[in-house]
């Protein structure tokens, strides 16, 4: 049914996925199709439990398909952007099918985003691009990227994405400046920078606190880690 891959390929390797979702018949139809891949695919279901992909029977596999919304009406931007900070290979699996979603989850890192209307001719391409390191683009994403016009996201750099993280998790820029290695005016001249950006798309943020919330929604920290406040070094 999904064989797809020539003799002798790199695809040939045993790969190991795991997979993130809360929808039992999800998992399943995406355990048949990795059985009927030609080589197989071994799938690991963590079901809703998260926690697997870090230190349970996932945390070695190859490649994550990560269900976006594992709790209804709240996309975990934050949780994809740590596994891909963390050196993890993701799939977004999603039934978002916006635009806007699918491009946010390749900013964050994806190597790949599917809706759950897209099967196992793209399902099982996408895991093995991914497993070598690869982005794989299919229907939904492709059609997100030609129509991008990035309404209302602003493009951050690496250097002021983490600027405004250490920012966010530091007691004062001057312990910003420490931890980076750069003075507290550069601190000032980054996170400037955040502002007119976020002003720039209409999402203005005068204060450290309106800016946290833009962080949040947009995926660039966790409450988690806001949780993580450093007084000093």
Same mark, same amino acid.
């Given at each position: 049914?999904?064989a797809d891959?020539?003799?002798?390929s790199?695809a040939?390797?045993?790969?190991?996925?795991?997979?993130v979702?809360d929808?039992?018949?999800i998992?399943a139809?995406v355990?048949a199709?990795?059985?009927?891949?030609?080589?197989?695919?071994?799938?690991i279901? !963590?079901?809703?439990?998260l926690?697997?992909?870090?230190?349970?029977?996932?945390a070695?596999?190859?490649?994550v398909i990560?269900?976006?919304?594992?709790?209804?009406?709240r996309?975990?931007?934050?949780?994809l952007?740590r596994? /891909?900070?963390?050196?993890?290979?993701?799939?977004v699996?999603?039934?978002?099918?916006?635009?806007?979603?699918a491009? =946010?989850?390749?900013?964050?890192?994806?190597?790949?985003?599917?809706?759950?209307?897209e099967?196992?001719?793209h399902?099982v391409?996408?895991?093995?691009?991914?497993?070598?390191g690869?982005p794989?683009?299919?229907?939904?994403?492709?059609? *997100?990227l030609?129509a991008?016009?990035a309404?209302?996201?602003?493009?951050l750099?690496?250097?002021?994405?983490?600027?405004?993280?250490?920012?966010? /998790?530091?007691?004062? =820029?001057?312990? &910003?400046?420490?931890?980076?290695?750069?003075?507290? =005016?550069?601190?000032?001249?980054?996170? *400037?920078? &955040?502002?007119? =950006?976020? !002003?720039n798309?209409?999402?203005a943020?005068?204060?450290?606190s309106?800016? /946290?919330?833009? !962080?949040?929604?947009?995926g660039?920290i966790t409450?988690a880690e806001l949780n993580?406040? /450093?007084?000093?070094?």
């Amino acid at each position: 049914m999904a064989a797809d891959s020539a003799p002798g390929s790199a695809a040939d390797e045993l790969i190991t996925a795991v997979i993130v979702d809360d929808h039992a018949a999800i998992a399943a139809g995406v355990r048949a199709w990795c059985s009927e891949a030609a080589p197989p695919i071994d799938l690991i279901d !963590a079901g809703d439990r998260l926690a697997d992909v870090w230190t349970g029977p996932g945390a070695a596999a190859d490649v994550v398909i990560f269900d976006l919304e594992l709790v209804p009406r709240r996309p975990d931007f934050g949780e994809l952007r740590r596994l /891909v900070d963390n050196g993890r290979r993701v799939i977004v699996y999603s039934q978002h099918t916006d635009d806007a979603t699918a491009i =946010k989850c390749v900013d964050l890192g994806a190597l790949a985003y599917l809706t759950k209307r897209e099967g196992p001719e793209h399902l099982v391409p996408a895991i093995r691009a991914a497993a070598r390191g690869e982005p794989y683009t299919g229907p939904s994403l492709s059609g *997100a990227l030609v129509a991008d016009d990035a309404p209302g996201r602003p493009r951050l750099s690496q250097r002021e994405t983490e600027v405004l993280r250490a920012w966010f /998790v530091s007691s004062s =820029k001057e312990l &910003v400046a420490v931890k980076l290695n750069i003075t507290v =005016k550069t601190v000032d001249t980054y996170i *400037a920078r &955040v502002r007119v =950006k976020y !002003a720039n798309v209409g999402r203005a943020a005068r204060t450290k606190s309106e800016l /946290v919330g833009r !962080a949040l929604d947009d995926g660039l920290i966790t409450l988690a880690e806001l949780n993580q406040t /450093v007084t000093s070094l």
